[in-house]
């Protein structure tokens, strides 16, 4: 499986972004797939994830009421829909994927994901 991610650039706070992460090669049907973000001198967070013919979407605290997490089963893409965003939110965000559906605690753990994009960078100035 191939992740390509792609939609950051540089917003001002307040503004929307929407990224996008299209998978190829071996799909199944039943599979999770989760952003996660680094910050410039901070660890890995988690950001959101959601399960194929599973449970709903799960959101950090950080991000919930902002960001939304939706996909296309049918082609293969995730959408990470970022809103009222935050000099905060500025890292390099990536998508992830896992063939397997996954628990909410499960769905958080980076290492619990086998297929990582190559990330891209969202900027927020304030």
């Known amino acids: 499986v191939q992740l390509q991610a792609s939609g950051g650039g540089l917003v001002q706070a307040g503004n929307s972004l929407r990224l996008v992460c299209v998978a190829s090669?071996?799909?199944?049907?039943?599979?999770?797939m989760g952003w996660f973000r680094q910050a410039p001198g901070k660890e890995h967070e988690f950001v959101a994830a959601i399960s194929w013919s599973g449970s709903g979407p799960d959101y950090a605290d950080s991000v919930k009421g902002r960001f939304t997490i939706s996909g296309d089963n049918a082609k293969n893409t995730v959408f990470l829909q970022m809103n009222n965003l935050k000099p905060e939110d500025t890292a390099v965000y990536y998508c992830?994927?896992?063939?397997?559906?996954?628990?909410?605690?499960?769905?958080?753990?980076?290492?619990?994901?086998?297929?990582w994009g190559q990330g891209t960078l969202v900027t927020v100035s304030s």
């Open positions: 992830a994927a896992k063939i397997a559906l996954m628990s909410t605690i499960q769905r958080r753990r980076g290492n619990e994901y086998d297929y």
């Open positions: 090669g071996r799909v199944f049907t039943n599979y999770t």
